[in-house]
């Protein structure tokens, strides 16, 4: 049966798709682009995600400027990248400064702007520039967002900047010049009216029929409401229906989607709601967003039996203990959202609890659910989250306790003032982040990190944080520093797990992060190929075809992505709780 979409029944001039990580918001967010193009519209399709898929799906080069799609007249994609935002924005501050201004302040400006703070808010200028009309000629623009942590924090930029400069008329932020901020003011109120009218934006909250996907759409839309964005529409993607009642696999997959659809909660449920059916095709170029949500495009699937060879491939357990011989030590776990990785970390943790040794669990992720995941208590084994409030709260604390402590009170007030600016949570996180780095020297810390988009965010700053440290040691020669970036680079100290499901686009994904990754000087240690249905046994039709499919991805990341390739088959009992967690490594 094929879905019914209202957001294309009367679509709005802006279309905002947000959600989970691995939800399918970009393959929906481009199916809809590629449906309103074939009608006639003009259409652009933009990426806000630092770790954006779009030229994979589209099959065409993208740059941070308009491109016309082949073979869909009247489609046009592009990528907002945020380093070439973070430059224009740059050039767009120091041209406030005027040429009175000697070279040496220059230079401390430049300097000022060169964090990833400054990435953030650059992008989230461009952003702004689309819902203020700064690229003209497109009857709709549909925005392709990064994981909800990430994008909530977008959507809450706005907010948070328009109140940090009212009635501060100082002449500097964390950003630089005061001006580089003030003259975006008017801007950035005019994109929260766009994004709340409900005339001008729907905001499409795409979830799975999954626990821990529902559940961060139920805070993902409470905290839109809260932004007065309350013009939602919610789209549970991959709705799945057994054809065999004999096969177990199948049917344990129809009854867990269908509880939890029946324990949704009433924030969800009083939203306007659709449902797209599970495909059996990989949901990569026009033909198949096409048939996603046409009647008239559905390809010819031919049900091919699936290759029965086994697999040769270790192992969650085996991977657990490789890493257990070492007796200390941090694992970080990352790949795209929706991939498994917080029940991969929290596996990989509870593993090293069983074997015997303390460990520390957390996570950097802002949409992050390890405790749910986790649900229970083990012997060794210390659960927790980087909250970016408490950080925050800590760091102005710090700040105020060092550099205000001889402060008067006015001074105080204007120190305070400062901290109270949005980057002051990215300097804060990072911080945490750094003790978690250096805990792993005496203990096992497993980090289950945030979605990739915003995990190469924290590791900019990290990088960032290094340069600045080595700048400062190095004219001297004198001291030893070590630095976060140093550790995560040592293979001693840090073991970096990469999760990807045997799909093409999650295998690209981490793959493309494995490049940033190296580019950075940080070596994975391995690959986690999770959710594996060609080693569950199912006979289902739907799930037979995408069987094959896997192999193939599989064997992709055995035979030249991954050093290290361990697997976990898909469960009929999703691995929730100490035990299953234990049993799982």
């Not at 954006?52 to 007249?73: G, H, K, Q």
């Not at 990569?284 to 008239?296: C, M, Q, Y």
């Amino acid at each position: 049966m094929l879905p019914h979409f209202r957001a294309l029944t009367a679509p709005t001039p802006y279309l905002f798709f947000t959600g989970k990580g691995g939800v399918g918001k970009t393959s929906l967010a481009c199916a809809t682009a590629v449906s309103l193009a074939d009608r006639g519209l003009r259409v652009l399709i933009v990426s806000t995600d630092p770790a954006s898929n779009l030229d994979e799906m589209l099959d065409v080069t993208l740059t941070d400027r308009p491109t016309p799609v082949p073979n869909a007249a009247g489609l046009s994609a592009m990528n907002i990248d945020p380093e070439a935002a973070a430059d224009n924005y740059r050039s767009k501050v120091l041209e406030q400064l005027g040429p009175e201004v000697p070279p040496d302040e220059r230079s401390t400006v430049r300097e000022q702007l060169s964090g990833a703070c400054t990435t953030e808010i650059a992008a989230f200028d461009e952003f702004v520039g689309l819902l203020d009309g700064d690229i003209a000629g497109f009857d709709h623009i549909v925005f392709d967002t990064a994981p909800t942590g990430h994008t909530l924090r977008l959507l809450s930029l706005p907010k948070a900047w328009s109140g940090f400069l009212k009635d501060n008329d100082r002449g500097a932020s964390c950003l630089g010049p005061h001006s580089g901020l003030k003259m975006q003011e008017n801007r950035f109120r005019k994109a929260l009216q766009a994004l709340g009218d409900s005339r001008q934006t729907t905001i499409i909250l795409v979830t799975r029929a999954d626990r821990g996907a529902i559940r961060e759409a139920a805070r993902t839309a409470a905290e839109l409401d809260a932004l007065n964005l309350s013009n939602q529409l919610l789209v549970v993607n991959g709705r799945f229906h057994a054809t065999d009642p004999a096969d177990v696999v199948a049917v344990a997959l129809e009854r867990d989607q269908d509880e939890a659809l029946a324990a949704m909660p009433a924030s969800l449920t009083k939203l306007p709601r659709d449902e797209i059916p599970l495909v059996g095709f990989d949901i990569v170029g026009l033909v198949a967003l096409r048939a996603l949500l046409s009647p008239t495009d559905q390809p010819s699937l031919v049900s091919a039996e699936p290759g029965t060879e086994p697999l040769d491939l270790p192992g969650l357990n085996r991977l657990v203990d490789d890493i257990a011989r070492d007796q200390h030590g941090l694992i970080m776990v990352m790949g795209k959202g929706g991939v498994g990785k917080t029940t991969i970390a929290a596996a990989v943790a509870a593993g090293l609890a069983k074997r015997g040794h303390a460990v520390h669990l957390s996570t950097t992720d802002p949409a992050a659910h390890v405790s749910f995941v986790v649900d229970g208590v083990m012997p060794g084994l210390t659960v927790d989250r980087i909250d970016p409030r408490v950080e925050t709260e800590r760091y102005v604390a710090k700040i105020m306790a060092s550099r205000g402590r001889d402060l008067d009170e006015q001074a105080k007030d204007l120190l305070l003032e400062d901290l109270a600016s949005p980057c002051t949570e990215e300097v804060a996180v990072f911080h945490a982040f750094s003790r978690i780095v250096a805990e792993a020297r005496s203990a096992f810390v497993v980090l289950d990190t945030a979605p990739t988009g915003h995990t190469l965010l924290l590791l900019d700053a990290t990088g960032a944080y290094h340069r600045q440290m080595t700048s400062q040691v190095a004219p001297t020669g004198t001291g030893r520093i070590v630095t976060p970036l140093m550790r995560l680079q040592d293979p001693n100290h840090t073991k970096i797990i990469l999760v990807a499901l045997p799909e093409t686009t999650p295998v690209s994904e981490a793959a493309s992060l494995q490049d940033d990754l190296r580019r950075a000087g940080v070596e994975p240690y391995g690959w986690v190929i999770n959710k594996c249905l060609a080693v569950s046994g199912t006979r289902d039709p739907l799930l037979r075809l995408r069987l094959d499919r896997e192999r193939t991805q599989i064997a992709r990341v055995q035979n030249g992505l991954a050093k290290r390739a361990f697997i976990v088959g898909w469960r009929v009992k999703p691995p929730i709780g100490v035990e299953e967690l234990r049993s799982l490594s």
